[in-house]
């Protein structure tokens, strides 16, 4: 009986291993962003449909990581480096409403089809509207809905717009919202956010990982 149930629970780890590493795939290749559509597409193509075996978010965007690292490589590097200084510009751009980075761009996972996902913060959420009408920004209205806490979840005001090839994606949020930001899709864990000067420090970072490949000094 002791070898069935450890014969159960490996069967278990297998599938929820492949579940991931085919989301991660999903992802990559097929441009899906949302952590839940890519395991229930990946559960459906697998032909897998008990709830044990799918994997959590977090395993599935470990898999990413490891499927961009290993097939992507120095086009997800660039691509990601290229919104990175996109979103430096922009977090400068809407300065007035202390931004902060948030979503792939932030994490290392983004690919070409990544947006730059800000967070805005101003209690008149029209004063955006107004900034970006004044700028002749045209931004498409959408709403998304965030866990602000653990008990509380509301619609916000979303605008999307492009500039120089690259996606923008603006939530806009009550100023209260700096102080405890809202719960991440991936882990339910306060999102992690980037002011400015933050993203600064990573591209330099980044400059310098990129610099210590190229000549062989990186440990």
């Known amino acids: 009986m002791h070898r069935a149930r450890q014969h159960a629970e490996t069967r278990t780890r297998e ?50 990581r490891e499927y ?20 430096a510009r922009a977090l400068d ?16 996972t983004a690919d070409a089809n990544s947006p730059v996902q800000l967070q805005l913060f101003a209690d008149d959420p029209d004063a955006v509207t107004r900034f970006l009408d004044e700028h002749g920004i045209p931004a498409e209205p959408r709403s998304r809905r965030l866990r602000m806490d653990r008990d509380r979840a509301e619609d916000v005001p979303v605008w999307v717009f492009g500039a120089d090839g690259v996606s923008f994606d603006l939530t806009v949020l009550p100023r209260l919202a700096l102080r405890q930001a809202p719960l991440s ?22 400059e310098i990982a990129g610099y210590e490949r190229g000549t062989g000094t990186g440990r």
Not at 96 to 106: D, M, S, W
């Open 68 to 87: 961009q690292r290993l097939f992507l490589g120095e086009g997800q590097a660039d691509a990601l480096r290229l919104r990175r200084e996109s979103a």
């Open 15 to 64: 599938r929820r291993h492949r579940l991931a590493h085919e989301a991660a795939r999903l992802m990559a290749e097929g441009g899906i962003r949302d952590y839940h559509q890519a395991k229930l597409k990946a559960a459906h193509r697998l032909g897998i449909h008990d709830d044990a075996s799918l994997p959590r978010n977090r395993e599935i965007e470990a898999a990413l």
């Open 185 to 206: 899709g991936v882990d339910e864990r306060p999102m992690r956010r980037a002011s400015a000067a933050q993203l600064r420090q990573l591209l330099a970072e980044d």
């Open 93 to 108: 751009f809407f300065a007035g409403f202390e931004p902060r980075l948030v979503g792939a761009v932030l994490d290392g």
